[in-house]
């Protein structure tokens, strides 16, 4: 929500001209389709390039669209994790074991806190 407020007030539109399908988690690194309601590729090109442009934000991949995405309409979703601060004493042959389990079964899609 932090980019769709951040957007709208660079374009001199209201938060609910720019759609998603979803919200992302505020800590992680992530990308988001979204529709802009009315709103020229060149000029959001344009705001990106000035000097006082958030730079945690970038825009891009654009398309001309005639119906807006909307809440839901997520394909899925991919994941790159990092993990740290994994103690020595762990062996190597645990975290793989624990890793190929994940692959294999998923794990619970926990949202929120």
């Not at 609910?16 to 992302?24: D, L, R, T, V």
């Not at 730079?55 to 809440?71: M, Q, W």
């Not at 645990?94 to 389990?101: E, H, P, V």
Request: charged share 25%.
């Amino acid at each position: 929500m932090f980019a769709v407020n951040y957007l709208a007030r660079r374009l001199r539109k209201m938060p609910k001209a720019i759609n998603i399908a979803g919200n992302k988690d505020k800590r992680g690194i992530t990308t988001q389709r979204a529709t802009i309601l009315r709103c020229d590729p060149e000029l959001l090109i344009r705001q990106q390039r000035c000097k006082d442009w958030d730079p945690k934000i970038k825009v891009g991949s654009f398309e001309r669209v005639h119906n807006p995405i909307l809440l839901g309409q997520l394909k899925g979703n991919r994941f790159s994790i990092a993990l740290r601060f994994v103690p020595n004493s762990i062996p190597d042959s645990q975290i793989k074991a624990q890793l190929q389990q994940v692959k294999e079964n998923g794990f619970i899609n926990y949202f929120g806190m």
